[in-house]
């Protein structure tokens, strides 16, 4: 057939070609400033970010998952084509298109294999902060959001910690190793929060040369993702923030009070009920505990990496 007698391609197959996805993917880790990361990211114009902060896409194979699996994903994701929607506002403008799931490190074991075959080009950021800090952060955050049992730290190391989550999620070499090996490694970056507290805008400016769009740009950086706060009475926050038959009766009377204003009264109730994270005291024993428990992780990651994180190390014996 010549040029001139070619059919005219079809609107939607010109949409299916033009179709693009990820350059970039940050992997993790949770309580490592991503929330903020995420936000600096959208503000560069080069650069374009899923709407959706976690889609956790790659942390479960979908395609062969459950229909009852499916139906209990939160944001629906549950599909290639569904996936790559978050990407259709990309323009021409945009040099790197991407998405933030830190719990891709957690679940290593099926997310790597499943962003080689979909994503096989794209870049791969971890960022890493000393494990006893991050342990310490997200058991904070599990307080305030009322997660499960809020079981002291000190006794997660001691009963559970290799089923405790938010002890797992600190021990990056078995993870991190893992990408290296299924991944092509010169296309994994890591970088350390340490350096971003330490100076945000240097921190940023290697992110954005990772990633490939112009490193001069300057975000507004002053503004952090989350204030740490804990809650005063772990009862009454439970009671605000999770579902429970006081709530629920209450929820019922405040019917009759217009949603805005009841969502005002609760969210002020909660305020009350918070306070600075540094009321929250650690124990030297779950310091120790936490220092012992992830220092021989730290030292084969510090080997991996060919980093010195003897500053995470510090008073572990």
Known sequence: MTANNAQPVPSILKSAVAKRTPTFLIIGVQKAGTTSIYNY???????????????????????????????????????????????????????????????????YQTSAELIQQRLPKARLIAILRNPVERACSDYLMNRRDAIGKQTPLAEQVRSRGDTSYVLLKGKYYESLK???????????????????????????????????????????????????????????????KTQNPIRTVATGIMQLVPTDLRHQLREKLISINSQDKDKAKFTEEDMLLLQQYYREDILKLQDLLQRDLSAWLKDAS
């Not at 990211?41 to 499916?70: C, G, I, R």
């Not at 290639?80 to 991407?98: I, K, N, P, S, V």
């Not at 990408?179 to 890591?190: E, P, T």
């Open 178 to 240: 893992h990408f290296f090996d299924v991944c092509d490694r010169n296309r994994i970056d890591v970088f350390l929060y340490d350096d971003l507290r330490k100076n945000s805008q240097t921190f940023m400016q290697g992110i954005y040369q990772s990633i490939g769009v112009n490193a001069d740009f300057v975000a507004n950086t002053a503004k952090k993702a989350q204030t740490a706060k804990v809650p005063k009475n772990q009862a009454l926050n439970r009671l605000l």
């Open 41 to 107: 990211l959208k503000q560069h114009p080069q650069v374009y970010m899923s709407p959706v902060k976690e889609t956790d896409f790659f942390n479960k194979d979908w395609d062969n998952a459950s229909a009852e699996m499916k139906r209990r994903k939160k944001n629906g994701l549950v599909s290639w084509d569904l996936y790559t929607q978050l990407f259709d506002g990309a323009t021409d403008e945009h040099l790197a298109l991407g998405e933030v799931s830190p719990n891709y490190m957690l679940n």
